[in-house]
Each structure stands twice: as structure tokens, then as C-alpha cells.
């Protein structure tokens, strides 16, 4: 995974004055855009379009400074139809449009050129198993959230207090399949994870596709397929984040899977009354690398 990086942001260089198509680069390495983009939004801190954008952006700040071109044929030259979209671009990324940084020659804020290098780290076991699983139904109420890297997402608190009190039991004896207990589940996640981006937050159960299901509940429908399962447990949910964080970094790099288009289930297995602490089942979807 670490060379496949590294040659996408080679390919990224080659294409800053041009098309850079992430589908079509993504079958020239091997992988998909969906296993790619996570990849290296997990291990670069951003997400794929803000690295291409961000180094287009730094290149053409050369060009802007040298003063050699008028701003339109910079602008056309690294991809965009106008000079006023040129301008938005830019002024994003340096914190001043171009003519500005024409004149007094900055602020320049640049993005330097990736390189991914492996570590030695897996120092702490990594309790997971790999399963098939016949599809399933994920069921409960569901709501469109903005995603927070790290610490309590209030939106998603928000949502599950909103829930009557009575309703968790209700859930929980609806469930009769694997994953078990009350989940956590992220759907339609943004390919980049870029913080802020919307995702699905569905708290519920998961039920066998001939369950009969209550009405006024929400329904992912989940086809059969090939499940990453870690065993976790400690403070919640950084515990949980710092896992995630290490299977991009760690366990991805080191095995012959790579993650496919589906959910993201947390079964939370125990906890303390106020959650501050769990073991729990974190599902990813996965298929052969």
C-alpha cells in the first residue's frame, strides 16, 4: 500500500497542469478510487482533492509570482475555465487572491510533495478475525451528521437522546443476527472523510433480510460479503478512533485486503452506564487487495 501511494502522488505531480481522473488512476495501481481515497485521507491527515488542489495551488503560485503570464492563461493552464474560479482556488489555499500576490509577492502557504515511508510500529496486538456473512438489514432510526475525527460527535448525542427511553429496548429485542446488540453505524461516508463531510448515523440493529420490521424505522440494506472485525476496548470512544487510525497505518499496509463500498459498524459487546468506557466490535467491509 505504501509504494501505491507514493506512485499515486507521482501521478498527482504529472497531472497538476492537467486532468487528474482518481477512478482511472486508481485501476492503473491496482486498487479502486473507494480503498484509495480512504487510504490516503487516514494516512496523510486530508483528503485526496484537497492534497491535488492544494499542490495546484502552490505550483501555480510560481507562475503568479513570475509575473511572465497574464492571470487567465495561469488559470487555464492549471485546469481552470476562469480566471474568477482561478481566483477562489487560490485565495483558499494562500489566504489572497492573485493579483495580490502578484503585487506584494505573498502570502504563500505551500503544500510540499507527499512522500509516504513505512515505519516499524505493531508493537501492540491487534485482536481482529475475518468473516463471510450472509447480506443482512441494518434497522433503527437514522440522520444525517456532519464527521468529527476525534472525540464525541454531539450531533450524533444529540440524535440518540432525542430516541424515547424505551425505544433502545425495543431495538435491541428486534435484533437477531450478527452484528449483535445495539450498533453504530456510518453510512454514505464521503469517499475523503473530510472533516464536516455528511455521512449517515443510523442507531439501531442488525436483523435477517426476512425480519418483519416495525414501521416508522429505518432501513440499510447490507448484501452478503467478507467483514474486518476488531475487538476493542477501553476509554470510548477514543479507544475506537485510535483503532481505526491504526488500521489504516498498520494493519491495512500489512495485509492482502482492502476495504470496499458499505457500512462502518460499531456493536458496542459492554459499557458503563455512562459509556465513558467500552469493549466493543468495529465491522469494516473488506475484499481481497
Not at 125 to 146: E, N, Q, S, W, Y
Not at 204 to 212: I, L, Q
Request: a neutral charge; one cysteine or more; charged letters at 20%.
Amino acid at each position: 500500500m505504501i509504494s501505491i501511494l507514493n506512485r499515486l502522488v507521482d501521478l498527482v505531480e504529472e497531472s497538476l497542469t492537467g486532468d487528474f481522473n482518481v477512478k482511472n488512476v486508481a485501476r492503473t495501481l491496482g486498487t479502486t478510487e473507494y480503498h484509495l481515497r480512504r487510504m490516503f485521507s487516514s494516512l496523510a491527515g486530508m483528503p485526496l482533492s484537497e492534497y491535488v488542489r492544494r499542490r495546484r495551488m502552490t505550483v501555480a503560485a510560481a507562475d503568479v509570482v513570475r509575473g511572465e503570464q497574464d492571470l487567465l492563461k495561469i488559470a487555464i493552464r492549471h485546469g481552470y475555465g476562469s480566471a474568477e474560479a482561478f481566483g477562489r482556488a487560490f485565495r483558499a489555499v494562500h489566504g489572497a487572491g492573485p493579483g495580490d500576490v502578484r503585487r506584494d509577492g505573498g502570502p504563500l502557504r505551500t503544500q510540499p510533495h507527499l512522500r509516504f515511508r513505512l515505519t516499524v510500529e505493531g508493537s501492540d496486538r491487534m485482536d481482529t478475525h475475518i468473516v463471510d456473512h450472509p447480506g443482512f438489514r441494518l434497522v433503527g432510526h437514522a440522520a444525517r451528521v456532519p464527521l468529527i475525527h476525534q472525540g464525541v460527535n454531539p450531533h450524533i448525542q444529540q440524535h440518540i437522546a432525542a430516541l424515547p427511553t424505551g425505544e433502545h429496548l425495543r431495538l435491541k429485542a428486534l435484533g437477531n443476527t450478527e452484528p449483535s446488540g445495539l450498533l453504530a453505524v456510518s453510512d454514505d461516508l464521503d469517499l475523503d472523510r473530510a472533516e464536516g463531510s455528511k455521512l449517515t448515523y443510523l442507531h439501531g440493529v442488525a436483523v435477517s433480510p426476512d425480519t418483519s420490521v416495525p414501521d416508522g424505522l429505518d432501513i440499510i440494506e447490507v448484501p452478503a460479503g467478507r467483514w474486518l472485525i476488531f475487538r476493542i476496548a477501553g476509554p470510548h470512544p477514543q479507544t475506537l478512533q485510535k483503532t481505526w487510525a491504526t488500521a489504516a497505518t498498520e494493519w491495512f499496509p500489512s495485509n492482502p485486503w482492502r476495504l470496499r463500498p458499505g457500512p462502518e459498524i460499531v456493536a458496542a459487546l459492554r459499557s458503563t452506564d455512562d459509556f465513558s468506557t467500552a469493549t466493543c466490535e468495529l465491522w469494516l467491509p473488506v475484499e481481497p487487495a
